[in-house]
């Protein structure tokens, strides 16, 4: 399964909705605490974008050295209709400053220094250090995994329906809804009076599209047996 780490690192760099939690700005509107643009540097520093004039970045600005600590938020929604669409949320706590160097016209980078991250989703949850998360990779399939869900769920759902036999005899759920696919496996979500998530492991970890494409293939090849 992936780490803590990863999965939290994933979260960050993914296109999920986060939230600045600002000390003193809690009476701003939620999006104007959402960063335009998020990414990880090389030290493991989160970077974000806003507006120039955000009152973020002027919160940035007047704090002195790291005395403004800050929680990045992230929600990740399963990208398919599902019931339980949220499937985690990640929570990154550190200190805020202004990033040098340019930036786009009309918009400023900050940069949260890491303290320690948070993650409770499918997986379960768990805290996370800050070098671990400095040192971990986002998943390979994380930019891509809206669209593989969404065409699994539109064009190979009774693929995916068929995956129930390989679940050794459970039952329960009365449809099957890709919810996740990492490089390690895909989950899929049996809805119905007894919902219930099942976890589908791929023979190896696959490092990119053409790889997911040979292990789903050999899943529902396994499945039709």
Known sequence: MPSAAERTRTLVQSTCSGVLLVPGLDALRPDQLMPDARAVDADGDVLLVFAADSPVVRAATHAQADELPVV???T???????PHRIRGRAWVSGWLTRAPGAAEPGRSTLRLEVGEA???DLWGAESVEADAFACAEADPLAEHEAELLQHLHSAHSAEVSMLRSLLGGRTGGTAAVP??????????RFTGVNCFDARFDFPEPVRGIAELRRAM?????AASR
Do not use: K, M, Q
């Open 118 to 120: 948070y993650v409770d």
């Open 76 to 82: 990740d929604v399963a990208p398919v209709s599902v």
């Open 179 to 188: 919810v996740g696919v990492d490089r390690f496996g895909l989950r899929v």
């Open 72 to 74: 990045l938020e992230v």
């Open 217 to 221: 293939h050999a899943l529902f090849d």
